[in-house]
């Protein structure tokens, strides 16, 4: 789950890492009101998941309230455009103003969890900012690294590793290793996938801040945390996928033109690569999994085809816990129930296989039944086009 820039500085603020003084607003009155609390101007900040903000024109310097009424004015209700939301935008319904603070150097924390090695990864880098992405690309060596041991956290000594190598001044060491702990504590206090800070900033007079935040919790334990769950933002999430969570679906919303449902993420992976090999492109990745009742499967169906650009459907099953009569009874009720008028190619193999397919073949709907993954594949891409 995704949260706000905001939002994740106030949990680091919580676990004892330094972030700028602001307030979020809603309305430019607001804003004029906010601004007037700080004496130096303040940075007007747009809201939205999505990285680039400022590149895109969602973080601007306001020297005083006037300008800050004027800046918060045009930012809010804008449609944001980045490299990360794509040609669609978001709209920005929020901004936060911060304190403008005398920059000395900006530079890079994060921690993600490093597969190969099975433990979170501390990232460090001299340079940070808006191109970081490009800096670990042209010059991975610049990025430090020091793996965090689960229960033990980030030690001193491999915060003052990092701090050093990062070429802090010795003045402001100490207030760096404590941010760097605070920042792996937070990881792991709110089950974070993702905590980066971008640009950690050193002022002008040796002080440390984290300038900009960001954090991804997993979702998977969000049950420990039913505090973080209200700081979900619907409205920055697609809502298809809204839906879709809602009936405990796997949903992730595609560019291509070809719906899939699928039973198992491996299946699904496998299902829209070999939709690709055959020429298609996948308008999603949808799955049901393994014990999905006849009703989630109907809405399943229903989220899949309310994507406009689907033009064909591809149901790719292994009836193990979830049978293929239960897939098929659930299939066929949606398509009578939605009126579905694109084509759609079943393949499935497992548990009632054959009753699933007398299922299919006496609804009297145009299902195509398809022998095989790459006989699917190729059928779905041909009716899609």
Do not use: W
Not at 158 to 164: D, E, G, H, V, W
Not at 288 to 304: C, D, K, P, W, Y
Not at 370 to 378: H, P, S, V
Request: proline share 4%; with cysteine; glycine share 10%.
């Amino acid at each position: 789950m995704k949260i706000h820039e905001y939002q994740a500085k106030a949990i680091l603020a919580g676990y004892g890492v330094p972030v700028p003084r602001g307030e979020v607003v809603y309305t430019p009155e607001d804003a004029e009101a906010a601004a007037r609390k700080f004496d130096n101007g303040v940075v007007v900040k747009a809201q939205i998941h999505a990285g680039g903000r400022g590149k895109g024109g969602g973080v601007k310097l306001a020297k005083d309230a006037q300008e800050a009424f004027a800046v918060a004015k045009k930012m809010l209700g804008m449609k944001l455009v980045t490299h990360q939301t794509g040609p669609e935008g978001r709209t920005v319904h929020r901004v936060l103003l911060e304190e403008a603070l005398p920059i000395e150097r900006e530079m890079y924390l994060g921690i993600v969890l490093d597969r190969a090695r099975g433990k979170p990864v501390f990232m460090a880098c001299a340079e940070g900012g808006v191109d970081i992405e490009e800096v670990a690309a042209r010059r991975p060596e610049s990025i430090l690294k020091e793996p965090i041991e689960p229960g033990l956290g980030l030690a001193p000594f491999q915060a003052r590793k990092l701090a050093f190598g990062m070429d802090i001044p010795a003045a402001s060491v100490g207030a760096a290793v404590k941010a760097m702990i605070a920042l792996a504590k937070a990881y792991e206090g709110v089950d974070a996938s993702l905590a980066e800070i971008n640009p950690f900033i050193l002022t002008t007079d040796g002080r440390v801040f984290a300038l900009d935040a960001k954090i991804n919790l997993d979702d998977n334990a969000l049950y420990r945390h039913k505090d973080l769950l209200e700081l979900r933002d619907l409205n920055e999430e697609d809502p298809l996928e809204v839906d879709a969570s809602r009936f405990g679906l796997n949903y992730i919303k595609l560019d291509g033109n070809v719906g899939c449902m699928v039973n198992g993420a491996g299946l699904a992976m496998a299902t829209m690569d070999i939709i690709q090999y055959a020429g298609g492109r996948p308008a999603n990745f949808l799955d049901v999994g393994g014990g999905a009742s006849a009703e989630q499967i109907q809405n399943a169906f229903r989220i899949l085809i309310s994507d406009k650009n689907v033009k064909a459907v591809l149901i790719n099953i292994f009836g193990g816990i979830l049978r293929c009569d239960v897939l098929a009874t659930g299939v066929v009720t949606a398509a009578r129930e939605l009126q579905i008028s694109v084509p759609i190619v079943v393949r499935m193999e497992g548990t009632n296989v054959e009753e699933g397919r007398r299922i299919l073949r006496e609804s009297g709907l145009n299902f195509t039944v398809a022998d095989g993954m790459k006989d699917a594949a190729e059928k779905v891409v041909r009716l899609a086009q």
